[in-house]
C-alpha cells in the first residue's frame, strides 16, 4: 500500500501534463516499478524511466517502459530530448540533488517535476530558469484516502503486473536494510515473522 499509494499520488500531480506526451520517472527500485505499472494505465505513452543501475532499467523495460536511460550516460541522456524534446511531466522517486537536476534537466518549458523520494541533499538550481522556463517543482509524501481508493479501483480493474516482492525473516531486518542501501534490492522486501 506505501510504495503504491506513493507512487499513484505522485503521478496524479503530473497527470495532466501526462497528456501531453511520455512522463519520466526517475528510480526504478520499489516505487519506481509501481510508478511505472500505474503510469502505463493512467497516461496515453508508455513513460520514461531512469536508473543508474542496468539490472533495473532492463527490469522496467520488460516491464514496459517505453525508454529507459542511464543518467550517467550523456548519449542516453540525448536519447530523452530526441524522443520527446523535454518532458511535460517527471517523478524523482529517489530525491538526491543529483536527481531532481536530472529530473528538472529534461523539463519542456512549462514542465512539472514532483518529488517523493526521501534519500536527502539539498538543492542548487539556478533560479532564473525557473521562469525562463516556466518549471514548476512540487513535492508528494504517500497520499490521501481518496487517492489510495483511487489506486486500489485502478488495480482492481486493470492487469497490472506485479512487482518483484522478496520476503526475509524479521531478525534479518539489518541485512534488509543494507541490501536496500546498497542497491541489492529489486522491487520490495517484506519482513516476515
Known amino acids: 500500500m ?4 506513493t507512487a499513484f499520488s505522485a503521478l496524479k500531480k503530473v497527470i495532466a501534463r501526462g497528456k501531453k506526451g511520455p512522463v519520466l520517472i526517475v528510480g526504478a527500485g520499489g516505487v519506481g516499478l509501481m510508478a511505472l505499472q500505474f503510469a502505463k494505465e493512467m497516461f496515453d505513452e508508455p513513460p520514461i524511466v531512469a536508473d543508474i543501475d542496468e539490472i533495473k532499467r532492463k527490469q522496467a523495460l520488460e516491464l514496459g517502459a517505453g525508454l529507459v536511460v542511464d543518467p550517467t ?3 542516453q541522456r540525448k536519447d530523452i530530448l530526441t524522443a520527446t524534446g523535454g518532458v511535460t511531466g517527471a517523478v524523482d522517486l529517489v530525491g538526491n540533488p543529483k536527481s531532481v537536476e ?4 529534461f523539463l519542456a518549458r512549462g514542465g512539472k517535476l514532483v518529488v517523493c ?3 536527502g541533499g539539498e538543492l542548487n538550481y539556478p533560479i532564473p530558469y525557473l521562469p ?3 518549471i514548476a517543482i512540487e513535492g508528494s509524501y504517500v497520499g490521501s484516502l481518496s487517492d489510495a481508493q483511487e ?3 485502478l488495480v482492481r480493474t486493470k492487469n497490472l503486473e506485479a512487482i518483484p516482492v522478496t520476503t526475509r525473516p524479521l531478525q534479518e531486518a539489518t541485512l534488509a536494510l543494507e541490501a536496500l542501501r546498497s542497491g541489492e534490492v529489486m522491487g520490495r522486501t517484506v519482513l516476515v515473522t
Open 102 to 105: 536530472f529530473g528538472m534537466n
Open 2 to 5: 506505501c510504495a503504491g499509494l
Open 132 to 134: 525562463f522556463k516556466s
Open 73 to 75: 550516460d550523456r548519449d
Open 117 to 119: 523520494g526521501l534519500f
Open 151 to 153: 489506486m486500489l479501483n
